[in-house]
């Protein structure tokens, strides 16, 4: 298996039930290349208006560490940079908006589109109108390329799918000021469709659950 901190294009769950479709939306083999994490290039980054960016709510996004079975082109490996750029940014913004109990939920439309963005917008809305915010991170782990799709149809979005563990018990929906109630070790493995859309940025278009296990 062939690793990297980007790469072409692959593609590879809050009251409760709502985050965790947002969520969902959010191996270890040897003699792997170094794909060790590394920032993006400026080219990957989506272009966003610097007069209302704040380095504590918009961090920079990076190119976390992934692996891969595929043999990527380099126009493949580009995607993959690009899409993993996008895949780093939606979990930040997962945070930054559930953290905050679906107040801050600006810009959510930067890394999410489609289904995950509505599942986004929807989630943060029940979380302020309920009282309740995600106690604890949403974290990934384990990301892995698993297919990348380069569309000569220009009527077609070029496409990556990442698979990726997270611990689930690590996070959960509580009533402000809460703490995060202790909770059995759980892991999933998640898949994110991420698409290139019309003004050349990546976007995570849908997730979903792969395995209630990480694998």
């Not at 918009?58 to 996008?86: C, F, H, N, R």
């Not at 782990?141 to 569309?151: K, N, Q």
């Not at 929906?173 to 940025?201: G, N």
Request: charged share 25%; aromatic share 6%; net charge negative.
């Amino acid at each position: 298996m062939k690793t990297g901190y980007g790469g072409r294009i692959r593609y590879r769950t809050t009251t409760a039930l709502t985050l965790a479709a947002a969520l969902a939306l959010p191996l270890v083999l040897s003699g792997c290349e170094d794909h060790s994490p590394v920032a993006a290039p400026t080219s990957t980054l989506p272009a966003k208006d610097s007069s209302t960016a704040t380095p504590a709510a918009d961090p920079q996004p990076t190119i976390p560490a992934y692996e891969t079975e595929l043999d990527l082109s380099p126009e493949e490996t580009e995607a993959v940079e690009g899409a993993l750029v996008a895949f780093e940014g939606y979990i930040a913004t997962i945070n930054r908006v559930f953290s905050s109990g679906g107040k801050d939920n600006k810009d959510t439309e930067i890394f999410a589109s489609e289904k995950s963005l509505e599942a986004l917008e929807t989630s943060a809305d029940e979380l302020e109108n309920s009282g309740q915010y995600m106690a604890g991170k949403y974290d990934y782990y384990d990301v892995r390329i698993h297919d990348v799709a380069l569309e000569p149809d220009a009527n077609r979005a070029d496409s990556v799918i990442v698979l990726y563990c997270s611990h689930d018990s690590n996070h959960a929906v509580v009533d402000l000021e809460d703490p995060l109630p202790s909770q059995k070790p759980q892991s999933l493995t998640m898949k994110h469709t991420i698409t290139k859309q019309e003004d050349d940025a990546w976007k995570v278009s849908n997730q979903e659950l792969w395995s209630k296990k990480c694998e």
